[in-house]
């Protein structure tokens, strides 16, 4: 049990931390994204720090089991809500969405397992 969620946590690390790079760089694809949904570009970049702050808890989660709980929880929110935020617009281009949100999923869930809730 110990080594999945060891690999989740990683696994989840990496997608995410990617994801946050790609935003807070001011790549194109997160803002022709956000121009598909109605959202204004400002948010690009808080999307890209939520995506960070998850990443970070993810991995202090290792250490601090409660922090781990708290970021795999807002993961799985963040990804609740950008998979709505295509589906409200017709979009359905959310296989993406539905791997990290996955991932997040099985963060929280193997967290839990390994750690209990608290």
Same mark, same amino acid.
């Given at each position: 049990?110990?080594?999945?969620?060891?690999?989740?946590?990683?696994?989840?690390?990496?997608?995410?931390?990617?994801?946050?790079?790609?935003y807070l760089i001011g790549?194109?694809?997160?803002?022709?994204?956000?121009?598909?949904?109605? *959202? !204004?570009?400002? =948010?690009? !970049?808080?999307?890209?720090?939520?995506?960070?702050?998850?990443?970070?808890? *993810?991995?202090?989660? +290792?250490?601090?089991?409660?922090?781990?709980?708290?970021?795999?929880?807002?993961?799985?929110?963040?990804?609740?809500?950008?998979?709505?935020?295509? +589906?409200?617009?017709?979009?359905?281009?959310?296989?993406?969405?539905?791997?990290? +949100?996955?991932?997040?999923?099985?963060?929280?869930?193997?967290?839990?397992?390994?750690?209990?809730? =608290?």
């Open positions: 049990m110990h080594a999945a969620y060891i690999t989740v946590i990683v696994i989840g690390a990496v997608f995410n931390g990617a994801a946050a790079v790609t790549h194109e694809y997160p803002k022709t994204q956000a121009d598909m949904k109605g *959202l !204004p570009r400002t =948010w690009v !970049p808080v999307l890209g720090a939520l995506l960070a702050a998850g990443t970070a808890g *993810l991995l202090a989660g +290792l250490a601090v089991p409660f922090l781990g709980t708290l970021a795999a929880s807002g993961l799985v929110l963040y990804f609740i809500g950008a998979i709505t935020a295509h +589906l409200r617009v017709g979009s359905r281009n959310i296989v993406g969405g539905i791997v990290f +949100l996955a991932t997040a999923v099985a963060a929280l869930v193997l967290g839990l397992l390994q750690h209990g809730a =608290w």
